[in-house]
């Protein structure tokens, strides 16, 4: 098992990582008869492919002696109405710590083939941009 859900009523769940005890709050969101005082269930979707391509870059830069530490990304999260669904995923990288061009490519190549990027549904647009500093 990964995680334990519980509801605990008003549009809100309560997420326990068994492994670690971490506790994630979910919330529904405005726009769909929620507070919006937390993550919704479809933002934890878009932050997810955000954090995994991360671990992979970071994975990566590590096996090759390179440092992403500082390095940020703004995450957008688009939805459609009919039927509700997520129909694109914006993610605008701002990397840190890398200069050589060939460095550069092979890290966003391998971003793109984290777990989670492939596992999204062909029909999620995802638009990733890479800023290097």
């Not at 919330?27 to 769909?32: G, L, M, R, S, V």
């Not at 830069?61 to 940020?72: E, F, P, Q």
Request: charged fraction near 25%.
């Amino acid at each position: 098992m990964t995680s334990k859900v519980t509801y605990i009523g008003e549009l809100r769940t309560s997420s326990i990582h068994l492994q670690s005890g971490a506790e994630l709050i979910s919330d529904a969101p405005i726009d769909n008869n929620g507070k919006g005082a937390a993550f919704s269930p479809t933002d934890t979707v878009a932050n997810a492919l955000a954090s995994c391509m991360f671990t992979i870059l970071g994975i990566k830069a590590r096996d090759n002696n390179l440092d992403l530490k500082d390095s940020t990304a703004v995450v957008t999260k688009i939805m459609q109405a009919d039927p509700r669904r997520i129909s694109a995923i914006e993610i605008v990288f701002e990397m840190e710590g890398v200069l050589e061009q060939k460095d550069r490519t092979i890290l966003e190549r391998v971003a793109l083939s984290c777990p989670v990027y492939l596992s999204l549904h062909p029909e999620i647009e995802k638009r990733i941009t890479f800023n290097w500093k």
